[in-house]
């Protein structure tokens, strides 16, 4: 993987890591036309990367991040789900990570959920407390995004709105879940292929992480704003014109780095 195509990736992954069109989704897309899909230093740096996207998390909420010892637990509860399912499946995973086929339908289906999420769950003015039950649930919405295309964002957020909550409160929500998520997803990785990093592989990783981070930080406040205001129908589209562009594109013939 050469710097270039490391910039492109984390770029892709601080834009779309919060919003709900699943960034795995899209550096699948990415790397499969970049032709490097099926390098195991890609799966690796796409997963790391995250490490940058969650610091923007904690940066940008860390007064609300670091408070009461009842919020670690409801998001370790909320985080299980996906921790115990995402051990037990990794191998599945990492096989659906290289298929652009499962990304297309996953994009398709989610964006018509998307355009009729909001006449499903009105949204409400007045936040509440997020009980332990709640945040299960959420949890296990959140299980949903192994699925490559699915987006762990959409999930979370529209698990929490099934919930009542905003959608402010939804997506805070889901942006607080992603640390503990993506942070085990991440070191989980790191630690099977640590032994395979070269010198130059460092380099990459830490441009990726800094470069995700920035990005993730415009990214972050630019949805908050977009989503309280317009909803999720304008995401929905977008995912069902680019699913059906890959559908089409696989259909045709069209040779994509798929192994």
Known sequence: MSIWQAIILAIIEGITEFLPVSSTGHMIIASS?????????????????????ILSVVVLYW???FQSIDFYFKLFVAFLPAAVLGFLLND????????????????LVGGIILIFIDRIANDNTADREISYFDAVK?????????IPGVSRSASTIIGGMLQGL????????????AV???????GYKLLKTYDTIQ?????VLLIGNLIAFIVAMLAIKFFISFLTKYGFKV????????????????ASGYKLDIV
């Open 33 to 53: 036309f970049m032709g490097i899909s099926h390098l195991e230093f890609t799966k690796m740096f796409t997963v790391n990367i995250q490490f940058g996207a």
């Open 92 to 107: 599945v995973i990492d096989a659906m990570l290289e298929n652009v086929l499962v990304v297309a339908i996953s994009l």
């Open 180 to 186: 503990p998520t993506m942070a085990a997803a991440g």
């Open 138 to 146: 959420i949890g296990f919405f959140q299980c949903i995004a192994m």
């Open 199 to 203: 010198g130059e592989d460092i380099k």
């Open 166 to 177: 905003s959608r402010k409160q939804a997506a805070e929500f889901s942006f607080f879940l």
């Open 63 to 65: 007064k609300r991040f």
């Open 235 to 250: 995401f929905g589209y977008y995912r069902i014109i680019l699913g059906l562009i890959l559908l089409g594109l696989l």
